[in-house]
C-alpha cells in the first residue's frame, strides 16, 4: 500500500514538473500598450497579457527576452527563441515562422513634424516632397514603402531606427521630417516621454493588417500553435480579450522610466 501511495505521489510530482517545464522564450521590446514594464519593474501589455493567458490555459508560460524588433525576428530564423508577439506575416517570414490567428486590427500610419502635416495629405504628396521619412528596423513593409515613395530617377533613402523610440528622437533632432509606426504605440510613446505635440498624425495608413504572434517552425510544432489557437478562441467567447482591449488601448500604461 506505502509502495503504491509514493509510486502515486511520485506519479503526480512528474507530472507538476512536465507541466511547469513548457516554457516558451518569448521576445518583447518597450512599445505600450502592447508590451513594456510597468512602474513596479513587471512586464506587462496587452500582447503580454493575451500570451500569458493564452499559455495559462495550456498550462504553459513565458519566458521574456527583451530584443530590438529586427533582433527578434533574426533570432526567430535561427532557431534560437520560440515566440515573437506583434508580428505581421509575410510569405517570407512564413519560411521560418508559424503563425497565430490574427489579432487586433491597427493601422501603421504617416506622422509628420509639425508644420508639414497641412501640406502633406496624401501619398503622392509625400513621394514628391524632399522629406526625410524614418521607419524601424525590420518592419515588414520596408521594401514596399521604399519602392511607394520613390521618384522617376531617384531612390528615396529611408531613416531606420532600432526602436519607435529612436525615430521620435530623430524627429526631435530634425533628422526625419516624418515616420511611419503604429497609431496607439506613438499616442501611448510620445506622451510618455513628452513629445506629443512635436507632430501630427496624417490620414495617410501604410498598413492596417492585423499582427500575429509568431512561432519558431523549429521549435515550436503545429499542433501547439493550433491549441494556442483554440486558447485565443476560448478567449474571444468567454469576453477575455475585449475586457484586455478596452483595459490597454483606453487608458495610458505606467511604464517605468
Known sequence: M???????????????????SCELRMTWKHDPPYQY????????G????????????????IVPLEL?????????????????????PTPERQRYARFSLPGLATRNLVFLRNGLAQRITTLDELRASDLRVGLERGTAYRAELKTRLSRP?????????????????????????????????????????GLAASFK???????N????????????????????????????????LKRLEVRFLTAAPTPRR
Open 2 to 20: 506505502r509502495s503504491a501511495i509514493r509510486l502515486l505521489c511520485l506519479a503526480f510530482a512528474l507530472h507538476g514538473a512536465l507541466a511547469s
Open 37 to 44: 514594464q510597468d512602474g513596479q519593474g513587471r512586464l506587462s
Open 46 to 61: 496587452l500582447e503580454i497579457e493575451i500570451a500569458r493567458a493564452a499559455l495559462a490555459r495550456m498550462q504553459c508560460q
Open 68 to 88: 530590438p524588433f529586427a533582433r527578434a525576428m533574426t533570432e526567430l530564423e535561427a532557431g534560437r527563441i520560440d515566440l515573437v508577439p506583434g508580428v505581421l
Open 153 to 193: 530617377g531617384m531612390e528615396r533613402r529611408l531613416e531606420e531606427a532600432t526602436s519607435l523610440e529612436g525615430l521620435l528622437r530623430m524627429l526631435q533632432m530634425q533628422r526625419i521630417d516624418a515616420f511611419v509606426a503604429d497609431e496607439y504605440s506613438t499616442a501611448f510613446l510620445a506622451q510618455e516621454l
Open 201 to 207: 498624425a496624417s490620414a495617410i495608413v501604410i498598413d
Open 209 to 240: 493588417e492585423p499582427p500575429v504572434f509568431a512561432f519558431s517552425r523549429r521549435l515550436v510544432a503545429p499542433d501547439f500553435v493550433e491549441r494556442f489557437n483554440a486558447a485565443l478562441e476560448a478567449l474571444r467567447r468567454d469576453g477575455t
